[in-house]
């Protein structure tokens, strides 16, 4: 096969231009693109903020629905087929995608933004006000947003493992819904092309915004000033790890990078219970744990209608947040789709749903304990410094608090920088896959391919991280969101539809006469 012939053009080129066509601009104009995409995003979230709230309601239900009714048991491959990964490595490499370095940013600092800016009725930097920011950090990595990042999965991995249908698109899993003509004309190849702009978007916005977490901490570390120079060389090394983990593919990149960075955050996390202040961290978790068991619907559904002033944090980053995840749903399900090979949707959607939140919700009890302490004993006015400065530099300010503080920023940066590359080695092969002519359902994206794509990424974030455009781009990303979340609703459809159509429920379903964490022999 020729190389011209493993890539579509017809949609890659097109999703391409259209990122190059939005993105130049937008860098070239960068605080009046800023302020007008500002504007629509508030329009939205003034008109349709209870919308985004349901949806992801809607999905959890949605979720809760395929898992624990008859669709569960449908096995996504041959019903004697066994997973191909253990159930650590599969929650590894899906905790890996689904997290990824925001963790590391969000459990840290996310509690300070509704410190400073509680819901109404509550003091700024109150003890109240600490509660709702480690119980808020902990409900965006719940079980809504992982809904939203796992319910295509479901019409994906059926199309691919069950349908065996060579090319994994969503197109592909739509033909059940719209016919062949529509699939396979410009109607079908409009839906692929918005599903590679809107990934396209998002990883050149995560590689733009991601270095700052790694630079800020060398900063500190070897006293050396952020400048774009230092911020070139950590995307090169960030690059060079991604595209080789991409280029080695799932068994041998991806799966061993996750599975090994858990090892790693697990005993970054026991290091800083241990050094630090590890019975306030333990009661800090319980209490905002409490806390967000408490307020779950509140802050799943609370509008804030009754209090006519600006929304509060809480209010306006909630939508911003499903906004922003919908943008990465249809990476995420690919994925998640690709990876679950023997595996029943029942296993695939509550892993997804339960492995990603209880990492996360550990990281955030951690992570934002600390901080916490570091306010509440005086040690660093945090509330304060990030107020006054750049907010990626308030991590290593409470990372230096602990003993061996200069370790723990050195550690801190491996682990992020891991997640960082397990995120985007994820997105660059499944681009690869998606945008291969292949049969994905036997192969892997060639391996030239998986390069070309990283390439690519990084090429479109370094030019919009020099001349200005990735915070306008960014609100471009959570803009997409919106056509995303029609696709949502109409590939669980699609799901239900074909099931039904094949009776899987009686006829794929798994033998139980084996294992479930049994591997397949390679």
Known sequence: MSSKSLIDYKIFIPALLILIGIGIPLALYENESLEMLNSIFDSIVSVFGWGYLWYGVLLVAAAIYFSFSKYG??????????????????????IAMGVGSTIMRTGMLQWTSVANDPPAGVEPGSAEALLWGNAYSMFLWGFQVFAIFVMIAPAMGYVLHVKKRPLMRISEACRILFGNKFTDGWGGKSLDILFLLSILTGAAVTLGLGAPIITHNLSALFNIEVTFGLTIIVTIVWVILFSFSAYMGIDKGIKRLSTMNMYLAGLFGLFIIVAGPGVFILNYFSDSFSFLLSNYLNFSLNTDSVHLGEASHIQSNTVFWFAYSATW??????????????????????????????????????????????????????????????RMAAIPQILSTLPFGEFAIMVFIVVALIFLTTTLDSTTYTVAAYTSTRDMSRFEPT????????????????????????????????????????????????????????????????????????????
């Open 447 to 522: 391996k030239m391919l998986r390069i070309v794509i990283a390439a690519v990424i990084t090429g479109m974030a370094l030019l919009l991280m020099r001349i200005g455009g990735l915070p306008p781009l960014g609100v471009v990303s959570g803009l997409m969101g919106l056509p995303v979340i029609v696709i949502q609703f109409l590939l669980i459809y699609a799901a239900k539809r074909m099931m039904d159509k094949d009776m899987a429920w009686q006829y794929n379903t798994r033998n139980n006469n084996y294992s479930k964490d049994e591997r397949t022999v390679s």
């Open 73 to 94: 048991q449908v096995v996504l491959g041959d019903p004697n087929e066994k997973p191909h990964f253990t159930m650590f490595e599969y929650a590894s490499i899906l």
């Open 329 to 390: 749903a249809m990476l995420h399900s690919v994925f998640a789709a690709k990876i679950s090979k023997g595996r029943t949707i029942k296993e695939m959607i509550l892993t997804y749903l339960l492995a990603p939140t209880l990492l996360s919700w550990v990281a955030t009890g951690v992570l934002g304990g600390l901080g916490v302490h570091r306010y509440l004993t005086g040690d660093l006015d945090i509330l304060s410094f990030i107020q006054e400065e750049e």
